[in-house]
């Protein structure tokens, strides 16, 4: 069956147990020759959608990416997963790309990443040499940019309506973390998939916690959030690049690891920057927004807000580049209904009046988001038509608690003064009215108002926190548009009247919530053993040069130092451990888990994890209760070559000589029953040679292509 296929590959190819969300439905749509398209949030898992049907189907998975960034990534990080793929963009020589069309011709590749843009260059060249190839599944990877109501619209998205005209057999499949929707009304028109069908996950991300602070010495504020995040990854969003420098050197003179990120630098620096982070060599990269679409670092423990977003889906977007492992992550923005008034000078939309209101609409909806005092993560999921049926408990209002005080002779102030002046003024200048402001904006006929001045005694940011908490209440209320005014409500008259006492915010006391770190995991883990698997996993990573959490992530290793594995069956049931992984690393993981339990006494605890959906044995034990190395083992004493072990099995050629290499180990195989005699010795040398010589990443690299994994295991366990 296929689903039970696809459910193997899960966990042997990538090292997961189960699917989460909509990925199993998905799946089954594109395996059955289905349209669709996917929203699910970030970090959620949109890629295995289309990566798991991608090595099911007989020929090439077509991936159309919007940035260079995420096409390397995703790569690197297939690749780490065994998973033949390739990308085609301007970075590469024009000898790498003649290279990735002959794997294309050839046959070797899934997957193929490419920009829209491509698809067009030269005419239908390219075109023509997707109609010569075997293509199985198009995937359209950050859909909402096909939308000019969306947040990151690129009119080169337009042009995919060509793939369903020029391919309609092939199934087209187009996933995004956000669109509301108009946005989703838009990817079905214009990619011309009206058939399609829907997968809606939820939009909540329960391991971010969401909080907002006043824009007031934000640097300050700033600095005390940072000073307990020192070794923590976190991206801090600015909105000029001149703000973004200021503020990445402003940070390393405080003793901060940072670096800035935006288009006014020249490409080599921007990856220089971006991959210096990206490896954990830079803590903290200051960035505009042109920095995060498609970046795959999964360990980013916080994103900061100097500035205020443009509407609520770039918002969730950016905040959702937190906790992609599923630790707890924390976002921070810094709120000014100052930035809000500045950005409607952004907003308008030259010729287009009805566009320009939805972006003022959706700017609204952001200033709103920033003076809200209940629950933040059931406004933002309303805003995607999803419902919270309790409040989340993980943001600063749900952890606050609001000190009220007897606010009506300032209330009466307030509506008094907007009655008094026709209302028809903005917020500002009824703050500068009431404190008896001598500036020009001024009108002459209201300095001779008896409620002129009558606030002198209150502060600017006072009176601002008075009017948004009336509004709030509904004694007051503001229009949209670029120049919001404040109005008189059914509620004010009652005020005025002396009838209803009202209540404002006096101060807010926050509560210290402990969070866990991983939902999932509910036994405290080891961070001493933490910190050691955290140096091996980077000795791996630099050998490979790859980011380090390409070779696991911090949900995983967080993992292993709870559930302490001590046996490699055991290993293999720590999420995002898959077979080529383990080959690739576990050893070297498990020796120094053991050695950490040995020293302080200690044993296993995998019988505490959670235990995950029964599914048909066939990996640790059979129903003989031969365990996964012995049933290789008889097979390969029964005759039969690695090769048909592998395909009988169901699993990897390197996995079944990892397997083999047990027994070399025990003395039961000889070494040249697995590695040819001509190897031998060239990997024996290998090894020596490492300067890690228990690293098996660094002498694979050494080796090349024509040594596996399970080869160079074996010459270990003989060695």
Known sequence: MAIEEAREILKHQFGYDSFRMNQEAAIGAVLDGRDCVVLMPTGGGKSLCYQIPALMLDGLTLVISPLIALMKDQVDALKANGVEAAFLNSTQTAAEQVQVFRDVRSGKLKLLYVAPERLLQSGDQFLEFIRSTNISLFAIDEAHCISSWGHDFRPEYLKLAVLKKEFPRIPVIALTATADKLVRKDIFDRLEIGDAELFLSSFNRPNISYRVEPKRNSFDQLLDFLEDRKDQSGIIYCLSRASVEALAADLRDEGFSSLSYHAGLDKQMRDTHQNSFLRDETKIIVATIAFGMGIDKSNVRFVVHMDLPKNIESYYQETGRAGRDGLASESL????????????????????????????????????????????????????????????????????????????????????????????????????????????????????????????????????????????????????????????????????????????????????????????????????????????????????????????????????????????????????????????????????????????????????????????????????????????????????????????????????????????ASGELRLDQIVPLEKIEIIRKAIEENQEPSLIGPVKTALGDDYSYGEIRAVMAAM
Not at 514 to 520: D, G, R
């Open 333 to 664: 923005l810094f709120f000014s209904w100052a930035d809000v008034i500045k950005l409607k000078g952004f907003a308008e939309v030259d010729g287009n009046a009805s566009q320009s209101a939805i972006m003022l609409k959706k700017l609204d909806q952001m200033g709103k988001f920033g003076e809200l005092r209940s629950c933040r993560r059931r406004f933002l999921l309303n805003y995607f038509s999803e419902e919270l049926a309790d409040d989340c408990g993980n943001c600063d209002n749900c952890t606050t608690t609001f000190e009220r005080f007897d606010g009506t002779i300032i209330a009466q102030k307030a509506l008094s003064a907007v009655y008094r002046t026709g209302q028809n003024f903005g917020l500002n200048y009824m703050i500068d009215f009431l404190r008896g402001s001598q500036a020009q904006s001024i009108r002459d006929e209201h300095k001779n108002i008896k409620t002129y001045g009558v606030g002198a005694d209150i502060s600017k940011d006072a009176w601002f926190d008075h009017f948004k908490d009336l509004i709030a209440q509904g004694f007051l209320s503001q229009t949209e548009g670029q120049f919001p005014l404040i109005k008189l409500t059914e509620k004010s008259m009652d005020v005025l009247a002396g009838n209803v006492p009202v209540k404002l915010i006096k101060a807010k006391v926050r509560e210290e919530k402990t969070k866990k770190l991983v939902p999932e995991v509910s036994h405290p883990y080891i961070q001493a053993l933490l910190d050691e698997l955290r140096e091996i996993r980077t000795r791996f990573a630099n050998s490979e040069n790859v980011p380090a959490y390409v070779v696991f992530s911090d949900a995983t290793l967080v993992e292993m130092a709870t559930y302490l594995p001590q046996a490699d069956w055991e290993l293999l049931k720590i999420s995002g451990v898959g077979d080529l992984k383990f080959d690739k690393y576990g050893a070297d993981f498990l020796r120094s888990i053991k050695d950490y339990c040995q020293k302080n006494g200690l044993v296993s605890r995998i019988d505490l994890k959670s235990p995950k959906r029964e599914r048909k044995q066939r990996t640790k034990r059979d129903v003989f209760g031969k365990d996964t190395y012995h049933i290789s083992y008889e097979m390969f004493r029964e005759g039969k070559s690695m090769e048909e072990i592998a395909k009988s099995r169901g699993l990897g050629l390197s996995t079944i000589e990892g397997h083999l290499a047990r027994f070399v």
